[in-house]
């Protein structure tokens, strides 16, 4: 079974910094582009950041560029979100998200998602 | 690339046919998809490539349109529709989503 599922989030101060995890099984990991898409409570969805399978492109929303890094380790199936910098308006859901198909470099419909993972900046 | 839903929100009856429109600030061909969401939950792919549906999805959920004009139809809404749609647009990047419609029960 196709599964992705995010770990990490949590409480944070303003200013302060989270490393969010997604972790994939049940498909050849390495070889799709991964999305991370935010919901903050209430409100609609925003697309954050995506990487390439290899890992050597990556893409940023305005909102999110120098302050977030996106990354993964393929050995581990793993996805990962540094969050830095972080700003009231970041509290979110973080959804980790794959694409239908591996030939559009991530340009594609999501039709797997995680659970989830909730962020919370606050004082 | 900027995409405009209408309307945010509906209200309808069991049986009703339902449509939904998603505009797009400049053309995208058809990269398109449309996504059903239920609250506390993740959302789900229901239409891509504009009008592709996706496998498991019920057949009265159909997508079309291309370019910038984009629709949504439920032909008959069903108790399990009832929840908030969005479309997002697979051009280029940044991949964004339009503003939401709320599906409620009238």
């Known amino acids: 079974e196709v599964q992705l599922l995010e770990s990490g989030g949590g409480l944070v101060q303003p200013g302060g910094s989270l490393r969010l995890s997604c972790a994939a099984s049940g498909f050849t990991f390495s070889s799709y582009a991964m999305s991370w898409v935010r919901q903050a409570p209430g409100k609609g969805l925003e697309w954050v950041s995506a990487?390439?399978?290899?890992?050597?492109?990556?893409y940023y929303a305005d909102s999110v560029k120098g302050r977030f890094t996106i990354s993964r380790d393929n050995s581990k199936n793993t996805l990962y979100l540094q969050m830095n910098s972080l700003r009231a308006e970041d509290t979110a859901v973080y959804y980790c998200?794959?694409?239908?198909?591996?030939?559009?470099?991530?340009?594609?419909?999501?039709?797997?998602w995680g659970q989830g993972t909730m962020v919370t900046v606050s004082s | 690339i900027q995409l405009t839903q209408s309307p945010s929100s509906l209200s309808a009856s069991v049986g009703d046919r339902v449509t939904i429109t998603c505009r797009a600030s400049q053309g995208i061909s058809s990269y398109l998809a449309w996504y059903q969401q239920k609250p506390g939950k993740a959302p789900k792919l229901l239409i891509y490539?504009?009008?592709t549906l996706q496998s498991g999805v019920p057949s009265r959920f159909s997508g079309s349109g291309s370019g910038t004009d984009f629709t949504l139809t439920i032909s008959s809404l069903q108790p399990e529709d009832f929840a908030t749609y969005y479309c997002q647009q697979l051009n280029s990047y940044s991949l964004t989503f339009g503003g939401g419609t709320k599906v409620e029960i009238k």
């Open positions: 490539a504009a009008s």
């Open positions: 990487i390439s399978g290899s890992g050597g492109s990556t």
């Open positions: 998200a794959k694409p239908i198909t591996m030939v559009r470099g991530g340009t594609d419909a999501f039709d797997i």
